[in-house]
């Protein structure tokens, strides 16, 4: 079992910039899919961005080419860049990790870090 923790996360105007890194245990980190994924107020969640263990990556359109996300297998983490933001993308940011993309997660969903962007 992989245990994630997310950090990162706080408060920041429009057009800002935020880094959030999820830090994993377990030895077989690399071989697993890592994704960010989001929590608004009275929504469900959603996967914003996934990276294989190739580094291919995958993004949700509502945040293409604002955000970025990649992973350090050395040192078992994930980051999610996140660039222009807007006061939609204010949510609980979780990650969280597939065997393969679309198998459905397989960590238990954390404390997540919470994002919020004032206009």
């Known amino acids: 079992q992989v245990q994630l923790v997310e950090s990162g996360g706080g408060l920041v105007q429009a057009g800002g910039s935020l880094r959030l890194t999820c830090a994993a245990s377990?030895?077989?980190?690399?071989?697993?899919?890592m994704g960010w994924y989001r929590q608004a107020p009275k929504k469900t969640r959603e996967l914003v961005a996934r990276i294989l263990s190739d580094g291919t990556t995958n993004y949700v359109d509502s945040v293409k080419g604002r955000f970025t996300i990649s992973r350090d297998n050395t040192k078992k983490t994930v980051y999610l860049e996140m660039n222009s933001l807007k006061p939609e993308d204010t949510a609980v940011y979780y990650c969280n990790y597939e065997g393969k993309p679309g198998w459905g997660v397989l960590g238990s969903w954390g404390q997540g870090t919470q994002v919020t962007v004032s206009s």
């Open positions: 377990g030895s077989i980190f690399s071989t697993y899919v």
